[in-house]
T-cell receptor, first 110, second 112 residues
């Protein structure tokens, strides 16, 4: 069973707006990662934040991690139609396996 | 970097048949992972290899499932006596130690 959960489960926004997605988890982690998946395709790694980090940026992406609340958020700024995809948070705890949430479907309308 | 390659992309088979999937990782990656993803869910870990050694297996990996990575390069995942519940997307990923995992586009298995 999955131990991560994204919120909201679906989000529809207009191009140019920002999109924020949240992830909660239940166990202690070494790092938390965000992946994107286009329909029928594999997952693409977006960003990794380690448990001793609080915030990280990569291009239009900003991720935060609050280990006391066991939560993370991913912000996509100035969204584009090409950002339409499913987004997953995943974490690594005591092993190399990734534990994924159920995902969040983002639709960016042109 | 040609990416992680999986074959076939789609497999349709009758219940009770055996199926085998192949994964070719990124060439210099020493770690290889298998995940299963059902519709509307995130991927679930099945197993992973470091070189040719299978280091971790999920309890999801029943005795009908077996994975190999004989020379530490490509890997195969075999499912024996397939059941309806095996219908899913099977994803392979590879990585260098301590680095993010790179995923292939998966093999979609449909059981009739």
């Amino acid at each position: 069973s999955q131990q991560g959960e994204e919120d909201p489960q679906a989000l529809s926004i207009q191009e140019g707006e920002n999109a924020t997605m949240n992830c909660s988890y239940k166990t202690s982690i070494n790092n938390l990662q965000w992946y994107r998946q286009n329909s029928g395709r594999g997952l693409v790694h977006l960003i990794l934040i380690r448990s001793n980090e609080r915030e990280k940026h990569s291009g239009r992406l900003r991720v935060t991690l609050d280990t006391s609340k066991k939560s993370s958020s991913l912000l996509i700024t100035a969204s584009r139609a090409a950002d339409t995809a499913s987004y997953f948070c995943a974490f690594q705890g005591g092993s190399e396996k990734l534990v994924f949430g159920k995902g969040m479907k983002l639709t960016v309308n042109p | 970097d040609t990416g992680v390659s999986q074959d076939p992309r789609h497999k349709i088979t009758k219940r009770g048949q055996n199926v085998t999937f192949r994964c070719d990782p990124i060439s210099e990656h020493n770690r290889l992972y298998w995940y299963r993803q059902t519709l509307g869910q995130g991927p679930e870990f099945l197993t992973y290899f470091q070189n040719e050694a299978q280091l971790e297996k999920s309890r999801l990996l029943s005795d009908r499932f077996s994975a190999e990575r004989p020379k530490g390069s490509f890997s195969t995942l075999e499912i024996q006596r397939t059941e309806q519940g095996d219908s899913a997307m099977y994803l392979c990923a590879s990585s260098l130690t301590g680095q993010p995992q790179h995923f292939g586009d998966g093999t979609r298995l449909s059981i009739l």
